[in-house]
């Protein structure tokens, strides 16, 4: 059994009565309180649960769209059935039992019998017009809380999900693990003051957890979830009863004036290893907003805005769906304004071999503290290890590498295929397990496919960049790729991406492997390990190499690609043309690097020190030298803005431990 608010009636007034029964039929039944007299129940509809081992409902509730209800099941699965409270619908239980024919909606007498389902047959049982099975695992879903236009899930897997109605589809946006260790979510709500609190239980406790300040408001020692419960909080006074040992139990606390003040918003608990600038937010009002993508040891990445004129980090939203650190970011496209704000697709990838791929929509919204609303959509994720979670005794079995990280990672731009049905977007990775692979993202049907791989290197790969070259309408598609002996490879990926398109097209999805082969070209580029790489393209067609190593050295080399003719075609060349290389260009690891013109370069260190260099006929010479305030630099990313005079100006942004713009 489970209560729900009427859809279109006043509080209080009529509740509807969901009741599981045999065969997975579920009764909607809408019971009226009739002071002096019993109440008055109505048989709305009927509707059947999908077959599973437990086949209860556990919640619901109706839509405020009118004319749907969603509930969770006991299998963990959120369904979504038509519903209509229009009277021919209805059929009054105690009007047809007494052989009454009077209307649904008149009463028909405090003599008639209360309640009766013999005839509960004159309404439809109707089907599921949407399912998503299991999506909080096989612990049950907990509630279901219609706000602010979204679905929102809590189950007995630690996690709630955001959904949204899309036709009649439900549509995962996205899913929270709140805090670590909370097992059993419970219930959400939603305060006046704009937080978040998550309802659930740890261990032998109830907790209440703050989405602000991302802490417990509460912990009472209760004896864990398996007991009738019910927490209540208004601005005077917070309670939560429950029953232990057959005893109603009750905590009372008065509201008192919280003295805690926040100087500065967090951004993340350990340090940045990772950071994108998506674009600028323009708000009436408000001054220029640049928003940023940042990814962290703590295991989240965090979009953030930041506010040329306060010089403040805002946090937008957090992205919790990884189990180990985030190391890499990647961006399908730059962010460009558009009708409805900033709008890309996220890659978000680090250790236990996890990636993560969003789309994130950014929009001026004046009524908000930050002045930007986000909205996330998750597409797809991908692990290495997934399939051997699913294998038996594997406890028997010696795992390989479980602890793979990836460590960067590139978008191979122009790939989108115009004669499939759909568009694949690839994306390249650098792996510590020595190898470098290709993945293939399929957004409409949020699917993220390992499609070809390579252990070349044989040693962590450190970094990679994808570039695409055309010429008189050939395109190649092509891949540099930098280890932690210095060396750094040159790869044609046009074929092994052509192959994986096809085999994806006709395997619908799934696909064994490729390999990439071997490399165009490697170049011992360094002593030791490469920790910053950057191309750009020159208006003569060739491009521009640049890295940066642990050593502390610059390294810079010319290169032109020959594409071969007739049946040679296949064969694509690379000549480097020059090769400039600045020893102790820095006094530590050089953990950024960018060409931003053909003779301008910018280097970023763990010294910090950012340093301005023109390349010249003679090599590197240093122009300025700016010292930055974060300490154990780990990346910068550079953006180029055109000043009100035509005047160009650039920017950049650095992580370690703590952000900073210049």
Same mark, same amino acid.
């Given at each position: ?47 059947? %649960? ?49 052989? *009454? ?10 003599? *008639? ?42 189950? &007995? ?77 208004? $601005? ?17 606390? @008065? ?10 918003? +967090? ?21 220029? /907003? ?25 946090? %937008?939203?957090?992205? !919790? ?11 399908? !496209? ?10 890309? /697709? ?36 991908? &692990? ?18 479980? @602890? ?13 295929? @115009? ?15 020595? +190898? ?6 399929? @957004? ?38 930098? $280890?932690?002996?210095? +060396? ?18 006709? $395997? ?23 920790? *910053? ?19 502390? *050295? ?8 020959? %594409? ?14 020059? &090769? ?24 970023? +260190?763990?010294?910090? &020190? ?23 630099? $780990? ?28």
């Amino acid at each position: 059994l489970g209560w729900a608010p009427c859809p279109g009636q006043p509080p209080g007034a009529t509740t509807a009565l969901l009741a599981s029964g045999p065969d997975g039929e579920m009764l909607w039944l809408d019971v009226t309180h009739r002071p002096g007299q019993a109440p008055w129940v109505r048989l709305m509809g009927r509707y059947l %649960l999908p077959p599973c081992k437990q086949r209860w409902h556990t919640c619901a509730a109706f839509l405020p769209q009118g004319g749907l209800l969603v509930c969770g099941d006991r299998r963990g699965s959120l369904l979504l059935f038509p519903c209509s409270s229009s009277p021919g619908w209805a059929v009054e239980s105690a009007g047809i039992a007494d052989g *009454s024919t009077s209307p649904v909606g008149e009463d028909t007498g405090s003599g *008639s019998e209360p309640f009766c389902l013999s005839h509960k047959g004159a309404l439809p049982l109707e089907a599921p017009l949407s399912m998503l099975f299991g999506l909080h695992g096989k612990m049950g879903v907990t509630s279901v809380t219609c706000y602010g236009g979204y679905i929102y899930s809590t189950g &007995r897997d630690g996690c709630f999900h955001q959904l949204r109605l899309q036709g009649q589809q439900l549509e995962v946006l996205r899913k929270h693990r709140p805090c670590k260790g909370l097992q059993w979510i419970e219930e959400l709500r939603f305060t006046p003051d704009g937080d978040l609190l998550v309802l659930g239980f740890h261990a032998d406790n109830f907790v209440v957890w703050s989405s602000r300040t991302g802490e417990n408001l509460h912990c009472i020692p209760c004896g864990g979830g398996h007991r009738s419960w019910s927490y209540c909080s208004n $601005a005077s006074a917070e309670a939560f009863a429950f029953v232990k040992c057959g005893d109603v139990m009750l905590y009372h606390r @008065e509201a008192e004036p919280c003295e805690q003040q926040v100087l500065l918003e +967090s951004l993340h608990g350990r340090e940045i290893t990772c950071v994108r600038r998506l674009g600028v937010v323009e708000v009436p009002g408000h001054a220029t /907003l640049n928003i940023f993508v940042t990814g962290s040891e703590d295991t989240t990445a965090c979009v953030l805005a930041l506010s040329k004129r306060s010089r403040a980090a805002m946090p %937008l939203t957090r992205l !919790s769906d990884h189990i180990s650190s985030v190391r890499a970011l990647a961006l399908a !496209s730059p962010a460009g304004p558009g009708d409805e704000g900033l709008c890309t /697709l996220l890659f978000s990838a680090g250790g236990r071999a996890q990636i993560e791929c969003y789309r994130l929509l950014c929009a001026g919204d004046p009524a908000s503290e930050s002045a930007v609303a986000c909205q996330v959509i998750h597409v797809a994720s991908h &692990r290495l290890d997934k399939h051997w979670e699913r294998k038996k005794n594997r406890h028997k079995l010696v795992k390989m590498d479980p @602890e793979t990280r990836y460590m960067s990672l590139s978008v191979v731009p122009g790939t989108s295929s @115009e004669q499939l049905p759909a568009p694949w977007k690839f994306l390249a990775a650098a792996c510590s397990d020595g +190898s470098v692979r290709v993945f293939g993202l399929l @957004e409409a049907a949020r699917k993220l496919v390992l499609v070809a791989e390579s252990f070349h290197h044989q040693r962590c790969v450190l970094k990679v960049e994808a570039f695409l070259h055309t010429w008189a309408g050939e395109r190649r598609h092509l891949l540099c790729s930098a $280890a932690t002996d210095g +060396s750094v490879a040159f790869w044609d990926i046009t074929s092994p991406i052509t192959d994986a398109t096809d085999a994806l097209h006709q $395997a619908e999805g799934e696909i064994q492997p490729l390999a990439l082969g071997t490399p165009l070209l490697t170049i011992m580029a360094h002593s030791c390990g490469v920790n *910053s790489l950057h191309i750009r393209e020159t208006p003569e067609g060739q491009y521009l190499v640049a890295s940066g190593s642990d050593d502390g *050295s610059i390294h810079i080399c010319l290169l032109e690609v020959a %594409l071969g003719r007739g049946e040679a075609m296949a064969g694509t060349c690379l000549r480097v043309l020059e &090769r400039v290389a600045r020893p102790c260009a820095h006094a530590a690891h050089v953990t950024g690097i960018r060409v931003l013109r053909p003779d301008l370069l910018l280097s970023a +260190s763990v010294d910090q &020190r950012l340093t301005l260099w023109r390349r010249g006929p003679g090599g590197l010479d240093a122009l300025s030298t700016t010292f930055f305030h974060v300490p154990d630099l $780990a990346e910068l990313d550079c953006w180029e803005v055109a000043e009100a005079g035509g005047e160009l100006r650039y920017y950049c942004v650095l992580c370690g431990q703590g952000l900073e713009m210049l």
